[in-house]
């Protein structure tokens, strides 16, 4: 089954900083990358996703590459302001996408100071 | 869209008690999924259906738990009987076949005490 894998934890940077957040994973099959923000208190909510046929996709500061031979994709955001700050988690399909079962990181918790 | 609708937002009761935990899903959406989210485990898929059948519930953690979707507007989470360690936030999740993007609920924050 899929692993996913979530570094680092933590980050914490200074407003107007870039932040990079990055993800491995091990089903070679999967196609689907989705990155969720989660605020203190609230629901995870999807920001952006890639698929596998491209190698980057941008929405305004945000972000994200992947890099199938390496098994792994990142979430930049540039410009921080202090509302970035949150939980971001990665998040994989299983069983090479066949079902829309997701597998998610640890979470990196983003602190961006003012 | 009303989104996906859970209930309670909070559940307190005390250990051996009966919880069931409710979930609308959106309208359309064939696919269901009951997330636990806790600190030291992040989030645990726990079962999931597609079209009110359930598919994988490898992930539920013991006969205490169980899960039931009557119809595609509504699913139950059920622990019979609770334990401390079942506290935890738990949250709902839906999408539709082929479609990725979960849409989550709001989330249940159960604490058994």
């Known amino acids: 089954g899929e692993n996913v894998e979530q570094h680092p934890s933590t980050l914490s940077v200074q407003e107007g900083d870039s932040a990079v957040i990055k993800c491995t994973y091990s089903?070679?099959?999967?196609?689907?990358f989705p990155w969720y923000k989660q605020e203190l208190g609230k629901r995870p909510q999807l920001i952006i996703d890639?698929?596998?046929?491209?190698g980057e996709k941008k929405d305004q500061r945000i972000a994200v590459t992947l890099n199938k031979t390496a098994k792994h994709f990142s979430l930049h955001i540039t410009e921080t302001q202090p509302e970035d700050s949150a939980v971001y988690f990665c998040?994989?399909?299983?069983?090479?996408?066949?079902?829309?079962?997701?597998?998610f990181g640890t979470g990196t918790l983003l602190a961006v100071q003012p | 869209d009303a989104g996906v609708i859970q209930s309670p937002r909070h559940e307190v009761t005390e250990m051996g008690q009966e919880v069931t935990l409710r979930c609308k899903p959106i309208?359309?959406?064939?696919?269901l999924f009951w997330y636990r989210q806790t600190m030291m485990r992040g989030l645990e898929l726990l079962i999931y259906?597609?079209?009110?059948?359930?598919?994988?519930d490898s992930g539920m953690p013991e006969d205490r738990f169980s899960a039931k979707m009557p119809n595609a507007s509504f699913s139950t989470l059920k622990i019979q009987p609770s334990e401390p360690r079942d506290s935890a936030v738990y949250f709902c999740?839906?999408?539709?076949?082929?479609?990725?993007?979960?849409?989550f609920g709001s989330g249940t924050r159960l604490t058994v005490v």
């Open positions: 999740a839906s999408s539709r076949s082929q479609v990725w993007g979960y849409t």
């Open positions: 089903d070679s099959a999967s196609n689907y």
């Open positions: 890639i698929r596998s046929n491209v």
């Open positions: 998040a994989a399909p299983t069983e090479g996408g066949a079902t829309n079962k997701l597998i």
């Open positions: 309208s359309g959406h064939d696919y």
């Open positions: 259906f597609n079209n009110n059948v359930p598919i994988d």
